[in-house]
């Protein structure tokens, strides 16, 4: 029977994965809404659509930009820039990618037509120009000194015949690209299954012949876990890091994230037109004990919106010290001697945080009528009401302290109830700066100018825990969006074939 067996494996066709060769997944609870990267602008989302496509450029999982598509750049002039492309990369269906693929998916994403949710991070570009098959030049509105980062976490490149052949429903539902995986099935309300692209342009990899999305109950991500039937889980509760690591089965992995609870503050009206009362809330909150329970302990205490690692963060400067005494004088000097109520819109995934701030804040008299709002609903709320601020989750898909404050603090974001002439000038001076040293010291002057005028509530830096099978040696990505094409198998890899 053994011989039988060894036949039968040797005989089994190169191009469908060996037993053990597929890494399975589970990074959230529901199916992403469509595959089509024009119709997507969220964390779960995007991490399966870069395992089938590919950018010209990307990061490394330290958050470093560095080449995909493009093999390398230059800068022409201070608004022009002229990128070449690899040779000989064609998309998963055949169709040979080039500048024409890399104008096409550019002018998609920067078109509002096309409805892509973030296309107002996308702003700066005017128009691309192909130069040659293998060269294409983007041509900015202003300088853009973050053009590359914003490449990097925005920017996918679609096959424009299929498309156009196929329609963009179809797409979403069958996507192509030229990522290290390609697209094989999609089982609504359970996986999705894709399989190597053996004819990947990065020599080598990917390292697994099959890579699965499921889609659990929180309840029964870490008990797939630890049966067998999911190696990766993304969202390891901390309560579970224990039971994991006693299970000889699977491992904790920690890695810090671009990832905080933000808010955006009203400045123009109301309390919060008053600095020190904004410097109140900061000093009420108890970050240490925020952390341990709202985190479990797998965060870090952050002084602005911007983290260790981004461009622009200032690590001088130190998170507001919990100082009760203090935020009740600042709030008696403001004019509130008997405390303040305010009201805020809070995003769900923000609730429990909100809940444990509000208890810190009740403490100094400050009162927080808070409203929960969906992703769909928060900006039409936003626009619709009056709030003294907002509140919710938003982790850095452009590894640069600009995406975070940006969302929150710009006056033309539409997540922002911020209006800072001073605010805006000092990001925008930051944004044109193309020489890297020149863009730091901006970025690091608009992070005091945010910490000193108390321009959010300013919480934590979440540290992500995953839960990985011992046969997986696992590469986490300091954006939280892994590329899985960088993990590989360790050890006895478990005995499972690629499900078609």
Request: proline share 6%.
């Given at each position: 029977m053994r011989a039988i067996a060894l036949l039968l494996l040797l005989a089994a066709p190169a191009a469908y994965p060996q037993p053990g060769a597929v890494l399975r997944v589970c990074d959230d609870v529901v199916d992403p809404p469509s595959l089509n990267p024009l119709k997507e602008f969220s964390e779960k989302n995007h991490t399966i659509i870069q395992q089938i496509f590919d950018g010209l450029v990307r990061f490394d999982p330290e958050g470093n930009?560095?080449?995909?598509?493009?093999?390398?750049?230059?800068?022409?002039?201070?608004?022009?820039?002229?990128?070449?492309?690899r040779p000989g990369v064609r998309f998963h269906d055949g169709e040979p990618m080039n500048a024409e693929s890399v104008r096409f998916s550019l002018e998609k994403f920067v078109d509002p037509k096309s409805g892509f949710p973030g296309a107002g991070f996308l702003g700066s570009i005017e128009r691309v120009e192909v130069v040659d098959a293998e060269t294409v030049r983007i041509k900015t509105r202003f300088p853009d000194g973050?053009?590359?980062?914003?490449?990097?976490?925005?920017?996918t490149i679609m096959p424009p015949r299929y498309i156009a052949a196929r329609g963009e429903e179809y797409f979403g539902a069958h996507p192509v690209g030229t990522g290290a995986f390609r697209f094989v099935s999609w089982e609504a309300g359970s996986k999705i299954v894709l399989e190597a692209n053996e004819h990947y342009w990065a020599d080598g990899y990917p390292k697994f012949r099959g890579l699965v999305f499921h889609f659990l109950p929180v309840d029964k991500q870490v008990s797939g876990l630890?049966?067998?039937?999911?190696?990766?889980?993304?969202?390891?509760?901390?309560?579970?890091?224990?039971?994991?690591?006693?299970?000889?089965?699977?491992?904790?992995?920690?890695?810090?994230?671009?990832?905080?609870?933000?808010?955006s503050v009203n400045v123009s009206s109301g309390p919060l037109a008053d600095k020190r009362v904004r410097q109140a809330i900061n000093h009420a909150i108890n970050r240490e004990e925020l952390v341990r329970y709202d985190l479990l302990g797998n965060g870090k205490p952050l002084a602005t919106l911007s983290m260790a690692g981004e461009t622009g963060h200032d690590p001088s400067l130190r998170p507001y010290a919990y100082d009760p005494d203090k935020a009740r004088r600042l709030l008696r000097e403001a004019g509130y001697p008997n405390g303040v109520k305010l009201r805020a819109i809070v995003k769900m995934q923000g609730?429990?945080?909100?809940?444990?701030?509000?208890?810190?804040?009740?403490?100094?008299?400050?009162?927080?009528?808070?409203?929960?709002?969906?992703?769909g609903n928060t900006i039409q709320e936003i626009r619709d009401n009056y709030w003294d601020f907002t509140m919710g989750g938003c982790p850095d898909p452009m590894a640069h302290s600009f995406f975070i404050q940006s969302v929150f603090l710009s006056s033309f974001s539409p997540f922002s109830i911020a209006r800072s002439a001073e605010y805006d000038r000092l990001l925008g001076k930051m944004v044109t700066a193309l020489d890297a040293q020149e863009q730091e010291r901006a970025g690091m002057e608009l992070d005091?100018?945010?910490?000193?005028?108390?321009?959010?509530?300013?919480?934590?830096?979440?540290?992500?825990?995953?839960?990985?099978?011992?046969?997986?040696?696992?590469?986490?990505?300091?954006?939280?969006?892994?590329?899985?094409?960088?993990?590989?198998?360790?050890?006895?890899?478990?005995?499972?074939?690629?499900?078609?």
């Amino acid at each position: 029977m053994r011989a039988i067996a060894l036949l039968l494996l040797l005989a089994a066709p190169a191009a469908y994965p060996q037993p053990g060769a597929v890494l399975r997944v589970c990074d959230d609870v529901v199916d992403p809404p469509s595959l089509n990267p024009l119709k997507e602008f969220s964390e779960k989302n995007h991490t399966i659509i870069q395992q089938i496509f590919d950018g010209l450029v990307r990061f490394d999982p330290e958050g470093n930009v560095e080449p995909a598509l493009a093999s390398d750049w230059r800068w022409i002039d201070e608004k022009t820039l002229e990128m070449r492309l690899r040779p000989g990369v064609r998309f998963h269906d055949g169709e040979p990618m080039n500048a024409e693929s890399v104008r096409f998916s550019l002018e998609k994403f920067v078109d509002p037509k096309s409805g892509f949710p973030g296309a107002g991070f996308l702003g700066s570009i005017e128009r691309v120009e192909v130069v040659d098959a293998e060269t294409v030049r983007i041509k900015t509105r202003f300088p853009d000194g973050i053009l590359l980062n914003r490449l990097a976490g925005l920017v996918t490149i679609m096959p424009p015949r299929y498309i156009a052949a196929r329609g963009e429903e179809y797409f979403g539902a069958h996507p192509v690209g030229t990522g290290a995986f390609r697209f094989v099935s999609w089982e609504a309300g359970s996986k999705i299954v894709l399989e190597a692209n053996e004819h990947y342009w990065a020599d080598g990899y990917p390292k697994f012949r099959g890579l699965v999305f499921h889609f659990l109950p929180v309840d029964k991500q870490v008990s797939g876990l630890l049966d067998g039937t999911i190696d990766v889980v993304t969202e390891l509760p901390g309560t579970a890091t224990l039971k994991v690591v006693k299970s000889g089965i699977a491992d904790v992995v920690k890695k810090e994230s671009f990832y905080t609870i933000g808010s955006s503050v009203n400045v123009s009206s109301g309390p919060l037109a008053d600095k020190r009362v904004r410097q109140a809330i900061n000093h009420a909150i108890n970050r240490e004990e925020l952390v341990r329970y709202d985190l479990l302990g797998n965060g870090k205490p952050l002084a602005t919106l911007s983290m260790a690692g981004e461009t622009g963060h200032d690590p001088s400067l130190r998170p507001y010290a919990y100082d009760p005494d203090k935020a009740r004088r600042l709030l008696r000097e403001a004019g509130y001697p008997n405390g303040v109520k305010l009201r805020a819109i809070v995003k769900m995934q923000g609730e429990r945080t909100m809940r444990i701030i509000s208890t810190h804040l009740a403490r100094v008299g400050i009162v927080v009528d808070q409203y929960l709002s969906t992703d769909g609903n928060t900006i039409q709320e936003i626009r619709d009401n009056y709030w003294d601020f907002t509140m919710g989750g938003c982790p850095d898909p452009m590894a640069h302290s600009f995406f975070i404050q940006s969302v929150f603090l710009s006056s033309f974001s539409p997540f922002s109830i911020a209006r800072s002439a001073e605010y805006d000038r000092l990001l925008g001076k930051m944004v044109t700066a193309l020489d890297a040293q020149e863009q730091e010291r901006a970025g690091m002057e608009l992070d005091r100018y945010v910490y000193e005028q108390a321009l959010g509530v300013f919480t934590y830096q979440r540290v992500k825990t995953y839960g990985v099978s011992k046969a997986v040696s696992f590469v986490p990505s300091i954006t939280g969006m892994s590329y899985f094409h960088l993990s590989r198998p360790a050890g006895k890899i478990a005995r499972a074939g690629l499900a078609r």
